[in-house]
Nanobody
């Protein structure tokens, strides 16, 4: 599975951005897609996830109510709509795909495929 993320950029605090992640290859094996982020000097952390069949969504507490993850099954694409952005949201955002049925949707180690990352910078 190959993942291509795009849509990052520079935005002022309070603004919005929409990230996209297109998948190709053996996408039929994927059962969940997620977004993670990594700020300078910090570990990669969970942001949001969506199950591919049921569309159930999961969010990290600090983004609840501001970010929305969604999917387009026909296009094998996942979106992350980010509203009310804050400077602390500044990070490289990575999309990921999970094949295994075990493990956690929140854990970096339980995802099997990763995109290249897209930089989101929120200015104050």
């Amino acid at each position: 599975v190959q993942l291509q993320a795009y849509g990052g950029g520079l935005v002022q605090a309070g603004g919005s951005l929409r990230l996209s992640c297109a998948a190709s290859g053996r996408t039929f094996s994927v059962n969940a897609r997620g977004w993670f982020r990594q700020a300078p000097g910090k570990e990669r952390e969970f942001v949001a996830a969506i199950t591919w069949s049921g569309g159930f969504t999961y969010y990290e507490d600090s983004v609840k109510g501001r970010f929305t993850i969604s999917r387009d099954n026909a296009k094998n694409t996942v979106f992350l709509q980010m509203n009310s952005l804050k400077p602390e949201d500044t990070a490289v955002y990575y999309c990921a795909a999970k094949v295994g049925v075990g493990g956690s949707l929140y854990a970096v180690k339980d995802y099997d495929y990763w995109g290249q990352g897209t930089l989101v910078t929120v200015s104050s």
